[in-house]
């Protein structure tokens, strides 16, 4: 019993992130009955892993990165991130980049980009030199004294994940963040992610409704099933640390997406309450 | 052409055929001088040095009834956000509130402070604060909602929350409600002036109108319109320059 019990930690603090028996409940509002939205979920993911979830729409995934950031507590099951739980407060160490544009209208490029590394007490040299590498790497130079209304939805994207990369996080969590670009944009955002995640070491995980951004960017696949989001399968995807948006034309790739649509085609028809189920 | 250069010809146009009606007898002279006649007045009226301080007062109870308003009108504001059943139960009395005409409650002022400074910044007052209120709330209302899941990935506290966040993005709203406030403080000075006072600028036109003295009356009207629209005026280019980097292309 013990060495078991001490087996499970050791395993759990290896683990960069653990989620363990978590489920979601929205209690019940002014008559409305209560919501099961999520779980229960059981996920590991390992350091320096790009894992990613997809699932049918409204299956929790956003609930679920919500919960892993600390921004929403569960209702049952335990959270940790790097061996210490996660309990409704942000940890040190997580950066978040969201679907909607996040970044400071009133700041320009480069106040954005050093706002998190401003509160706190650095040297103004070295601050110059994270921001400016951030910016740099992000393709923003020319930009820098720009404000994001002068820029497109692509760059303001940029902005928010150079924003994020400056604090350097261990655990990068990526909403959706491309769900608001052109297909062109996200496949070349997707090679700029895959090179800051080579290059920082960090573990991602990337929450996406693009089956394609999926099979591209991940050593695994999360695939949830309809609300309540379960995880019904998780796909290796098997691609070398070395990659980028090239292997779309790779067989692997195709059969990747075709496992992920086989597994999701079900589970969509359900979230749309079964309308045009096909027998 | 300029878009400064198109607003100087209509103002230039409207001046112009105003003071064709009056040169050619359309208008009467004794009914109303030529604007040029105006600005003549407007000159002699107060290079006399006459309404001075008459001038003083009235901006004096302006800037009081502006900063009460500006102050009161956030404070409220900030109080109602907070509370959001209290809100609800206002909301209504918000939005009717400019349909009262608050000036009817000038003599009850009289009554309660006396006829000194203090009715007129009171209407003053009352007549700005809920543009404040009401643009405050419409400025915390829309900064949108991941900006606070950003704050909170910073790990910021409440109050660096506000500071850095919930305020920079209200901003502009919170701007239209200061600048609705200057022109509403104005108003209800000047009009409060005008009903009943000992001094000011509106006493002022009023006692000229009473007096068939065309001369002080048109100068000072012309002058206070010059004025006001010329503080609106640059508080308006203030606002614009705000807007534009944020809302450029989008």
Redesign the interface.
């Known amino acids: 019993m013990a060495e078991a019990a001490t087996a499970r930690e050791a395993a759990e603090t290896a683990a960069h992130v653990s989620v363990q028996g978590v489920t979601r409940v929205y209690p019940a509002v002014a008559g409305n009955a209560s919501v099961h939205a999520l779980g229960p979920l059981d996920l590991t993911l390992s350091q320096g892993e790009f894992f990613s979830v997809v699932g049918p729409s409204g299956c929790g995934k956003s609930t679920l990165l919500d919960l892993v ?1 600390g ?1 929403a507590r569960p209702s049952e099951g335990s959270i940790r991130f790097e061996g210490r739980e996660v309990a409704g ?2 940890p ?1 160490g ?3 980049v ?1 679907q ?3 970044s ?4 320009t490029v480069r106040d954005n980009v050093a ?2 590394l401003k ?1 706190q007490s650095l040297p103004r040299g070295e601050l110059a030199a994270r921001v400016d590498y951030a910016i740099d790497f992000m393709g923003l130079k020319d930009f820098a004294r720009a ?1 994001p ?2 820029l497109s939805g692509g760059m303001r994207q940029r902005v928010c994940i150079a924003r994020t990369l400056v604090l350097k996080p261990r655990l990068l969590l990526l909403d959706e963040p491309f769900g608001a670009l052109d297909q062109q944009t996200r496949l070349l955002m997707g090679d700029e992610v895959l090179r800051l995640w080579r290059e920082t070491g960090a573990t991602i995980m990337l929450i996406t409704h693009a089956l394609d951004e999926a099979a591209m960017l991940s050593d695994r696949v999360g695939v949830m099933s309809s609300r309540p989001g379960r995880f019904i399968e998780i796909l290796e995807t098997g691609w070398p640390r070395e990659r980028d948006s090239r292997i779309v034309s790779e067989d692997a790739f195709g059969r990747i997406t075709s496992r992920l649509w086989s597994l999701l085609r079900e589970e969509s028809l359900a979230a749309l309450g079964g309308a045009g189920r096909v027998a | 052409m300029p878009v400064w250069f198109i607003r100087l010809l209509v103002l230039l146009a409207a001046f112009g055929l105003l003071e064709l009606a009056c040169r050619t007898g359309s208008i009467d002279r004794h009914t109303m001088p030529p604007p040029t006649l105006m600005a003549v007045y407007a000159w002699q009226v107060l290079a006399s040095g006459r309404v001075t301080a008459d001038i003083l007062m009235t901006l004096q109870n302006v800037g009081i009834a502006f900063l009460l308003a500006v102050s009161v009108g956030f404070l409220v504001g900030v109080v109602l956000h907070r509370l959001p059943r209290l809100r609800r139960a206002v909301d209504p009395l918000l939005a009717s509130y400019y349909a009262v005409p608050v000036f009817i409650f000038y003599p009850l002022f009289i009554v309660i402070f006396g006829l000194n400074n203090w009715p007129l910044i009171a209407i003053g007052f009352l007549f700005a604060v809920v543009a404040m209120v009401i643009n405050t709330l419409n400025g915390f209302d829309r900064v949108p909602r991941v900006l606070f899941k950003v704050a909170r990935v910073h790990r910021l506290s409440r109050p660096a929350e506000v500071w850095l966040i919930t305020l920079p993005s209200a901003a502009p709203y919170l701007f239209t409600g200061v600048k609705l406030c200057v022109a509403y403080s104005f108003i209800g000075v000047v009009a409060g002036e005008f009903i009943l006072a000992g001094a000011g600028l509106g006493y002022e036109i009023a006692f000229a109108y009473n007096n068939f003295d065309n001369r002080t009356m048109y100068g000072l009207m012309l002058f206070l319109l010059v004025f006001v629209t010329a503080v609106n005026m640059a508080l308006h280019v203030w606002e614009r320059r705000l807007h534009a980097r944020r809302s450029r292309g989008s």
């Open positions: 950031a921004l407060s942000v040190d997580i950066g978040v969201f909607e544009d996040a400071f209208p009133w700041l706002f998190g509160r404000y209304a002068q």
